[in-house]
């Protein structure tokens, strides 16, 4: 299993980035998929989730209405859409692979190795 995410980079207040998440080793469309991030000395706080049924979309109160989730399940590929981004959205992002489908960080078994994000002036 691998997870690989990429799309981080440093942006201003206001700018948009797209996160993308490539998964191979098992079957994707099978999985739930979730986006979690963590900031320079702190936990990891859960940002979004999907589904794999129904395409259920799930956010942190802190990013509804600014970010994005999605999936292409023929390019085996998570997608995070992150629009009016804020200095406090900085922070180490990663995609995780859901295997109970409870949205609880602790149950999930495979992580990317996490792609920066940065928003500053």
């Known amino acids: 299993v691998q997870l690989v995410e990429s799309g981080g980079g440093m942006v201003q207040p206001g700018g948009s980035l797209r996160l993308s998440c490539a998964a191979s080793?098992?079957?994707?469309?099978?999985?739930?998929m979730s986006w979690v991030r963590q900031a320079p000395g702190k936990g990891p706080e859960w940002v979004s989730a999907i589904n794999t049924g129904d395409g259920s979309t799930y956010y942190a109160d802190s990013v509804k209405g600014r970010f994005t989730i999605s999936r292409d399940n023929a390019k085996n590929t998570l997608y995070l859409q992150m629009n009016s981004l804020k200095p406090e959205d900085t922070a180490l992002y990663y995609c995780?692979?859901?295997?109970?489908?409870?949205?609880?960080?602790?149950?999930?078994?495979?992580w990317g190795q996490g792609t920066q994000v940065t928003v500053s002036s």
């Open positions: 080793g098992f079957t994707f469309s099978s999985y739930d």
């Open positions: 995780a692979r859901d295997p109970v489908g409870a949205g609880r960080i602790y149950e999930y078994d495979y």
